[in-house]
T-cell receptor, first 115, second 116 residues
């Protein structure tokens, strides 16, 4: 089982729709979760971080975390063609007072927003 | 967010030669930096954790003698790919930040290495 799993897609949504991206992780003790966006040939850029159960909203983006289900999601409202990219879910493997913090990435979901 | 600068952005080298990639944190001090490798249509794979003033910690399966990491200052880590082969051709990305659980990592621009 991979540490962080995502559906590779592509996920195709029409412009203006809501895009829903999902991620599951295997290490129940994980504390911190991140969504990165990566355009082709570029390095990842941080979209959202979430550390506690529930929803976190930032503009058109909402991250949702459910630690009991080991599930993280990202909703993109009013999707735009410029949102077309690969979205990477990342989990910090660290522990409080424990192992070195480091990010483990999922394989990413390719999102295509159709004009 | 914090700024991490990586250089060069693109390099082509001959098989058997060595290539050095630099990663700098421009507006903060980074005691820890991370090096990733990404093959086409695949995710970022962590290669090693670079620790300022001490030896790097390599992930399982990564050859420490082939991928030399030096973190001589709080703002600079270097990755040297020694005796490069075509199979080393990849996108190499560094990141800095993440000193605690609830902080974020920021990435350099990446280096596209092509070994011919």
């Amino acid at each position: 089982q991979k540490e962080v799993e995502q559906n590779s897609g592509p996920l195709s949504v029409p412009e203006g729709a809501i895009a829903s991206l999902n991620c599951t992780y295997s290490d129940r003790g994980s504390q911190s979760f991140f969504w990165y966006r990566q355009y082709s040939g570029k390095s990842p850029e941080l979209i959202m971080s979430i550390y506690s159960n529930g929803d976190k909203e930032d503009g058109r983006f909402t991250a949702q975390l459910n630690k009991a289900s080991q599930y993280v999601s990202l909703l993109i409202r009013d999707s735009q063609p410029s949102d077309s990219a690969t979205y990477l879910c990342a989990v910090n493997r660290g522990r409080r007072g424990g192992a070195t913090n480091k990010l483990i990435f999922g394989t990413g979901t390719l999102l295509a927003v159709q004009p | 967010g914090a700024v991490v600068s990586q250089h060069p952005s693109r390099v082509i080298c001959k098989s058997g030669t060595s290539v050095k990639i630099e990663c700098r944190s421009l507006d903060f001090q980074a005691t820890t930096m991370f090096w990733y490798r990404q093959f086409p249509k695949q995710s970022l794979m962590l290669m090693a954790t670079s620790n300022e003033g001490s030896k790097a910690t390599y992930e399982q399966g990564v050859e420490k003698d082939k991928f030399l990491i030096n973190h001589a200052s709080l703002t600079l880590s270097t990755l040297t790919v020694t005796s490069a082969h075509p199979e080393d051709s990849s996108f190499y990305i560094c990141s800095a930040g993440l000193p605690t659980l609830n902080t974020e990592a920021f990435f350099g621009q990446g280096t596209r290495l092509t070994v011919v």
